[in-house]
């Protein structure tokens, strides 16, 4: 697994946008083939937001599409999460993810997202 560092969280407004960034360290072999965001609000299930993979297919949960934008940056081993018109439903901790080959999924920490009404 690699060390997932993510930064980016806060208290929003609705209709406001965040940046979440999450930046891979340590030794990256093998190589990551896949990132991505997952979130979970208190008392629901954690779900997928938005993947990336090292080829760039991008793959987005209805409920966020046309809002939030995932990009990676394959040389830095960075993902990031633009959301833009942010709903107050959209409130959850957000957790990156990688997958590498014959590894275990790695997690980041996770970062507190808030939008209020």
């Known amino acids: 697994q690699v060390h997932l560092v993510e930064s980016g969280g806060g208290l929003v407004q609705a209709g406001g946008s965040l940046r979440l960034s999450c930046a891979a360290s340590g030794i990256i072999s093998p190589s990551i083939y896949a990132m991505g965001w997952y979130r979970q609000a208190p008392g629901k299930q954690r779900e997928l937001v938005a993947t990336v993979t090292s080829g760039g297919s991008t793959n987005y949960a209805d409920s966020v599409k046309g809002r939030f934008t995932i990009s990676r940056d394959s040389a830095r081993n960075t993902v990031y999460l633009q959301m833009n018109s942010l709903k107050p439903e959209d409130t959850a901790v957000y957790y990156c993810?990688?997958?590498?080959?014959?590894?275990?999924?790695?997690w980041g920490q996770g970062t507190q997202v808030t939008v209020s009404s």
């Open positions: 993810a990688a997958d590498q080959v014959f590894r275990s999924r790695s």
